[in-house]
């Protein structure tokens, strides 16, 4: 892979990261909330009308998780701007690491609350959002 190709590749995880925020933020009102509780839904495999997406708790997540993810995908657009030609192996690295940490933390999180099927999903959004990032780009 070429840096020019990572970087390019860069925007793609900054967009698959990133776009989960505004769909969580959505979750915070009921009005918008649909497809925040669908995700959960899907996420929680199978198909079932649950999450309950009406109680307080879970909104705030919603809240709290949207602008975490949203800042952390405008983060990696941001290093794909204004890092990547000054130390691109630095920027691969970092983003990589904090992939592999979300990865991590969430699927056994996923795990240890009885969301096995979200673990599963994790495995999807870790190999698009990674793609040729697992190894360093040549010239």
Partial sequence: MTKEFHKSWLAITAVV?????????????????????????????????????DAYGTRFLSALTG???FGWGVMIWCLRLWVYDAAPEGVRRA??????????LDSAGSIASGTTSNA????????????????????
């Fill in 17 to 53: 990261v990133g776009s989960f925020g505004p769909v969580f933020f959505l979750g915070t009102m009921a009005a918008t909330a649909e497809p925040a509780r669908w995700s959960l839904d899907l996420l929680s495999w199978p198909l079932n009308g649950s999450p309950d997406y």
């Fill in 120 to 139: 599963l999903f994790n495995v999807l959004v870790l190999v698009i959002a990674v793609g040729p990032l697992w190894r360093p780009a040549k010239g």
């Fill in 95 to 104: 983003v990589l690491t904090g992939l592999l940490a979300w990865f991590v």
């Fill in 67 to 69: 602008g975490f993810l």
